[in-house]
Structure formats: structure tokens, C-alpha cells
């Protein structure tokens, strides 16, 4: 299973900086893909980064290019989502999860999903 890591998420100013943590247990994290999504009240699960298994290729939303950026560390079987020049607009429940594929960065495409993080910017 993949499961955030606390403290994670909470309560930052804008500008502010966090990092988002998934461990994995059971498998071999570094073998598979993984997604960071968010979702917000009434709207749907967004991609927000993906990282391929082999960490040679990433994907990030537009809205967070610049600012955040995903990494793992094979050896701890854990993820990261760094979160830089936080925004109100980040504001959201963040998941993680793994993938068998490295394609679009959609909710499709991932399942087993970790517990929600909550993560909110506000001065």
C-alpha cells in the first residue's frame, strides 16, 4: 500500500513551502510509476505531477510547473512532491498513488490510492 507520511500537508501562507511524502508498503516503489493528484471541493481528482519508474521522465500541470517538483528515493520506497510559492488555488486534498504506466498523468490510469492529505493556503 502507499500511505502519506505526517506531517505532510496542513495549513501554510502564501508563498509558503511544503513536502508531501507517500511511502510505500509491500511492493517495490521504484518499480512502478507514480502520480500526485489533488482534488478541491466540487471538482474533480486532477493530475497535479507523475514520475515514471525509471524517474526519467515527469509530467506537471500547468498550474504548478516551476513550483513543484516530484522526486523518490528508492532506498526509503518513498515519494515526494515538493510544493514551492504555495498559491491559494493549491489549495486541496492531495493523494498519491502507483501506476504500471507512464502515459497521460490522468486518475484513469492509477489506482491503489493512499489517504487524502489536506493541504491549505491562506493568510
Known amino acids: 500500500q502507499l500511505q502519506p507520511v505526517e506531517p505532510g500537508g496542513g495549513l501554510v501562507q502564501p508563498g509558503g513551502s511544503l513536502r508531501l511524502s507517500c511511502a510505500a508498503s509491500?511492493?517495490?516503489?521504484?518499480?512502478?510509476?507514480v502520480g500526485w493528484f489533488r482534488q478541491a471541493p466540487g471538482n474533480a481528482r486532477e493530475g497535479v505531477s507523475c514520475?515514471?519508474?525509471?524517474?526519467?521522465?515527469?509530467y506537471y500541470a500547468a498550474a504548478v510547473k516551476g513550483r513543484f517538483t516530484i522526486s523518490r528515493d528508492s532506498a526509503k520506497n518513498t515519494v515526494y512532491l515538493k510544493m514551492n510559492n504555495l498559491k491559494p488555488e493549491d489549495t486541496a486534498v492531495y493523494y498519491c498513488?502507483?501506476?504500471?504506466?507512464?502515459?497521460?498523468?490522468?486518475?484513469?490510469?492509477?489506482?491503489?490510492w493512499g489517504q487524502g492529505t489536506q493541504v491549505t493556503v491562506s493568510s
Open positions: 498513488a502507483p501506476s504500471q504506466i507512464f502515459r497521460l498523468c490522468i486518475a484513469r490510469e492509477y489506482a491503489n
Open positions: 509491500g511492493f517495490t516503489l521504484a518499480n512502478y510509476a
Open positions: 514520475i515514471s519508474s525509471g524517474d526519467k521522465t515527469t
